[in-house]
């Protein structure tokens, strides 16, 4: 038996497993729908403001102002979900800006595999461009970041969204396991007029198989791709006489 077909075998069935178990956690505001905007209107917020977003709070430097809220772009730029999009504009090279979810979305649970999603923006059109910039997603535990990964604004094709994910397992026990989880999207700036653009929100949990879970998956797995490899090689053996029966 190869043992490259026997662990990918193994892999499809753990993904399964997982996926049967997997749960959406809900992130409020996660499409950044209010407060409500007219078309091509938006709302304004500075560093620490609580509701220009609701349920999430804006963390900006001086060069930023207060030009962070959420928008309802009537052309260049296309919402993943519903009608409006968080945006932040640094307002200088190298800034940064950071939207951080107001309240805890639960308690950390032990073994536990965390997958935040989130669709980033480049402008298009009449409105600014994240071209310079670099974006930063996070999974917060009691405020300190636990997974992050980063996509440049170069990577996006103005006038859309693409999506990036970070991944975080938790802990048996011990560490992290009972900390407040929150999210934080930032935007750095490479040149001054670079604005971001955030929208649909996504945290899923899926519980990560128990050792002996995996070996004893592994174990019928290879049962059954034995079978399968011997019930091939009696029917290679008995060749066309196997016909005449």
């Known amino acids: ?6 662990f990918a075998a193994v892999a499809v069935l753990l993904i399964a497993a997982s996926a049967s178990t ?7 505001n996660f499409s950044f729908e209010d407060p409500t905007q007219s078309p091509g209107a938006n709302d304004v917020g500075g560093n620490g403001n609580m509701t220009a977003i609701t349920n999430w709070t804006i963390t900006a430097p001086p060069s930023s102002g207060t ?3 959420v928008f309802y772009p009537a052309s260049g730029l296309t ?3 519903g ?7 640094p307002g200088a090279t190298g800034a940064t800006c950071s939207i951080t979810t107001t309240s805890s979305l639960g308690a950390i649970a032990a073994n536990m595999l965390y997958t935040l999603t989130v669709a980033l923006g480049n402008g298009g059109g009449n409105l600014s461009t994240f071209n310079t910039g670099t974006y930063t997603i996070e999974l917060l535990a009691n405020g300190t970041p636990v997974a992050t990964n980063m996509l440049a604004g170069s990577a996006i094709p103005n006038g859309t969204f693409r999506d990036l994910s ?3 397992s938790s802990p048996a026990s011990g560490g992290v396991v009972g900390d407040a989880l929150t999210i934080q999207l930032s935007a750095t700036s490479g040149s001054t007029n670079d604005e971001g653009f955030f929208d649909n929100v996504r945290l899923t949990a899926s519980p990560i198989p128990e050792p002996a879970t995996v070996l004893l998956t592994g174990a019928g797995t290879a049962v059954l791709l034995l079978r399968r490899r011997l019930s091939q090689l009696l029917t290679r053996a008995e060749g066309p006489d196997r016909a005449l029966r």
Do not use: D, H, S, W
């Open 79 to 81: 919402p993943e979900n």
């Open 67 to 69: 030009n962070n809220g």
């Open 166 to 168: 970070t991944v975080f």
């Open 83 to 89: 009608n409006q999009v968080a945006y932040v504009f």
């Open 1 to 6: 038996m190869n043992p490259r077909n026997f």
């Open 22 to 28: 997997l749960k959406g956690i809900t992130v409020p």
